[in-house]
């Protein structure tokens, strides 16, 4: 016989310090499953039928092999869209006696461009183009997108606005997505807030770290720059109506 709780319950209990029913059993990361199912729909039932508590994300999140084949989906969460002013260009580049291919990418913006390179591997994920946001960059970063002061008018142009169609696309998801909790009792989650771990992204681990000793002023300025982009995004979601936001900062510790 059933305890009268639904998942929902169970999971805001357990965030929340209290004692639930029982200890739910929620995977923050299921990709095996993820990548067998056709929509977020039909994975959170399959996770259902497992007797999990599943969660309902806000956006929905993409299948992960269609997030890499596009920008817009280099971050979970919101699509990331460039202004139309910007331009991108991905070049590959085959150098004598190296396996793997160097890739270089170009924004070119109102404030001036701002450029990367990276060195591939065989595990690269990203074909000819190097994406604006993920881990496979920091460690094969060959140059980094954001490296001193000069570059920062450029960041602010390319960091831009929301465009108001995938504000209304959001709205929409948004709603069904909700009704599809609502009806089956299970949490709502947005996704994701981000800030060091952009830094990092765009700046380099080991060149971030130094620079906070070295010119804590332009440092502080990236944060910033980040921070009101992450800002506006999360304010979006958060007026949509999530139960739990969740915000990445692994590299932060």
Known sequence: MGSGWSSRDRMLAALSGKVPDRVPCSFMIFGALRKRTR??????????DLGLDAFVEIPPRRNDLDRRAYDAYDLYGLPVRF????TVTDRREDLPGVAHPRVHRRYDTPAG???TTVDTSADWLHGDRVPLFDDYIVPRGVKRLVEGPADLPALKRLLGPLPAADLRAFREEAAIAKKFAADRGLLTVGEWGVLFDAVCWLCGMEEIALRAVEEPEFVEEVFTIVWEWNRARMEIVLEAGVDLWV?????EN
Request: charged share 25%; glycine share 4%.
């Open 247 to 251: 915000r990445r900062g692994w590299y």
């Open 83 to 86: 202004p139309l002013e910007v």
């Open 113 to 115: 461009p701002l450029t």
């Open 39 to 48: 929509n977020q729909e039909e994975f959170v039932q399959r996770a259902l």
